[in-house]
């Protein structure tokens, strides 16, 4: 009993000392998923948009909650505005695919800001790639809505050619036997 675990020939303490790190480890993990104050998110944005930080960039643009988003975007400083909007463009731009949860940061971004980006005297110039991005994404909707319509007309195709081959039922066949015969009669009366 002199501190020394016998099993693994290790100090006791130690071993209570390296159980305490794993329960504060995992204490904070557990805490990590709840979301940051409006403040923080603020400040974190500004820093990552300051910085031109990426990742952190990312962990901001990752909370959807509407509420979160719009006290955040209400903390953020007006020079930081055009330059949040480039940045959201620029990774919509790049991945079309996250435009749907990007669009949440975009639009309340507009909306809170709406009087200072009205005001801009070189709005235009600021929001061109955004113009330019959203006429592409309108250009190319009559297409897609065009090659839809063709899948479905070829799936639908499909199907039907699939029922029409589909084996007969057995009272379906019994009705075509008596046709043929039908048939056979109309035919051997006709030869006489």
């Given at each position: 009993?002199?501190?020394?675990?016998?099993?693994?020939g290790e100090f006791q303490p130690f071993q209570h000392?390296?159980?305490?790190?794993?329960?504060?480890?995992?204490?904070?993990?557990s805490s990590s998923n709840a979301v940051p104050a409006p403040d923080s998110l603020a400040q974190m944005l500004v820093q990552a948009l300051t910085?031109?930080?990426?990742?952190?960039?990312?962990?901001v643009l990752h909370y959807k909650k509407?509420?979160?988003?719009?006290k955040t975007l209400s903390r953020l400083p007006?020079?930081?505005?055009?330059?949040?909007?480039?940045s959201i463009t620029e990774k919509i731009d790049?991945?079309?695919?996250?435009?749907?949860?990007?669009t949440i940061w975009l639009r309340q971004v507009m909306i809170t800001h709406r009087s200072y980006l009205l005001s801009s005297p070189d709005?235009?110039?600021n929001l061109q790639p955004l113009y330019?991005?959203?006429?592409?994404?309108l250009n190319n909707y009559p297409k897609l809505i065009k090659l839809q319509g063709k899948l479905e007309l070829l799936l639908q195709e499909r199907r039907s050619s699939e029922d029409d081959c589909s084996p007969l039922s057995p009272v379906s066949m019994e009705e075509n036997e008596g046709e043929e015969q039908e048939d056979d009669d109309d035919l051997e009366s006709e030869d006489e």
């Open positions: 009993s002199s501190g020394i675990n016998a099993e693994y000392y390296f159980k305490q790190i794993n329960l504060s480890t995992m204490l904070a993990v910085a031109q930080d990426h990742a952190l960039l990312e962990e509407p509420v979160t988003v719009e007006l020079t930081h505005v055009i330059p949040l909007i480039q790049s991945k079309p695919s996250r435009g749907s949860e990007l709005i235009a110039a330019r991005l959203i006429d592409m994404q």
